[in-house]
Nanobody
Framework: QLQLVESGGGLVQPGGSLRLSCAAS????????IGWFRQAPGKEREGVSC????????YYTDSVKGRFTISTDNAKNTVYLQMNSLKPEDTAVYYC?????????????????????WGQGTQVTVSS
């Protein structure tokens, strides 16, 4: 059974850092794209970042470029999202999602419907 479990969320002051983890089980990351999404209260879920296993390409939404970094540890079957210089507007529930790369999944603007597997989410709150 394919599962994704996010962790690492919490409360952090503006300018601080967090590292989110997305641990995958029931499959290996080798053939999957992994995306990070977030949903703030009253807003639609939006794509934040994506990493492709087929070509190693990484994508970021404009608002997090230069601050967030996505990476993969294949030995741990885990994808990370390092978030630096956090801002109050980064406050949201963060979700990781996976999709086998039978088609192009990662792109500049991630599409929710392209991902078939989702984690339960982890809350990130940026506040002083």
């Amino acid at each position: 059974q394919l599962q994704l479990v996010e962790s690492g969320g919490g409360l952090v002051q503006p300018g601080g850092s967090l590292r989110l983890s997305c641990a995958a089980s029931g499959f290996t990351l080798d053939y999957y794209a992994i995306g990070w999404f977030r949903q703030a209260p009253g807003k639609e879920r939006e794509g934040v970042s994506c990493i492709s296993s087929s070509n190693g390409n990484k994508y970021y939404t404009d608002s997090v470029k230069g601050r967030f970094t996505i990476s993969t540890d294949n030995a741990k079957n885990t994808v990370y999202l390092q978030m630096n210089s956090l801002k109050p507007e980064d406050t949201a529930v963060y979700y990781c999602a996976a999709q086998m790369e039978l088609f192009r999944v990662c792109r500049e603007s991630q599409r929710i419907d392209d991902f078939g597997y989702w984690g339960q989410g982890t809350q990130v709150t940026v506040s002083s």
